[in-house]
């Protein structure tokens, strides 16, 4: 149990501030962006009208969520975003299933990925927002429907980042340590195996679509 809080760090001195970098992260993020790499390799390479396994994996996944892109933001909006939802959900899923593998961890069981990840939704949809109604309506619609009610507003948009962060964060740092404690307890006989199929696979898939499509939800809002 005493690698549960364990963390590897590497500080680095910036004048007066010391910057933590989490080497667990940084390494099993470039885990996850390599095994995307091979992935989309392997799904793009030797394309034909009779295609194998894998390529027909890939255009499903790439399908479906142009679809669930399209339903949400129309045509247009679907052609701009629908590369960047389909790269968040695989990053996501490969990311949220990567502890599966013996002796590899999740990166989104840090909260620096899943918050970063948040921001730059946010970023994103109020980014849209903006080019889609022009600054000034942008602006005028925290003060709706009364003027004095613009800090709330605020206050909502910004919950927003909290909200889909930390129920990515929550749900795979929770599953991580329930499997740690009962392998402890169970000696890895039978019950931890099935804990990494629910946590791992079902758990993971769900919050890395989950995390997705409130990204859309989030940006269809800020330009409709």
Request: proline content about 4%; hydrophobic content about 55%.
């Amino acid at each position: 149990m005493g690698e549960l809080g364990r963390i590897h760090q590497l500080l680095v001195s910036i004048g007066d501030y010391r910057l933590a970098i989490n080497l667990e992260v940084v390494v099993m993020t470039w885990i996850v962006i390599a095994l995307l790499v091979v992935f989309g390799l392997a799904t793009s390479r030797r394309r034909s009208l009779l295609p194998q396994p894998i390529q027909v994996l890939g255009e499903i996944l790439v399908t479906q969520l142009y679809n669930l892109t399209e339903d949400a933001l129309g045509a247009d909006l679907a052609r701009k975003y629908a590369p960047l939802v389909s790269a968040l959900f695989l990053f996501l899923l490969a990311s949220n299933w990567l502890g599966i593998i013996p002796h590899l961890e999740e990166p989104s069981k840090d909260l620096n990925t899943p918050l970063a990840l948040g921001l730059m939704g946010f970023a994103i949809a109020h980014w849209a927002g903006i080019r889609s109604k022009g600054f000034k309506a942008y602006i005028l619609e925290y003060f709706q429907p009364i003027f004095f009610m613009m800090p709330l507003n605020l206050i909502g948009e910004f919950a927003k980042i909290v909200s889909i962060s930390f129920r990515l964060f929550g749900n795979i740092m929770g599953g991580s340590i329930i499997i740690l404690v009962v392998s402890y307890l169970c000696w890895n006989i039978l019950l931890p195996p099935l804990l990494y199929a629910f946590f791992g696979l079902f758990v993971g898939t769900i919050q890395a679509f989950v995390f997705t499509m409130l990204t859309v939800v989030y940006i269809a809002v800020q330009v409709k």
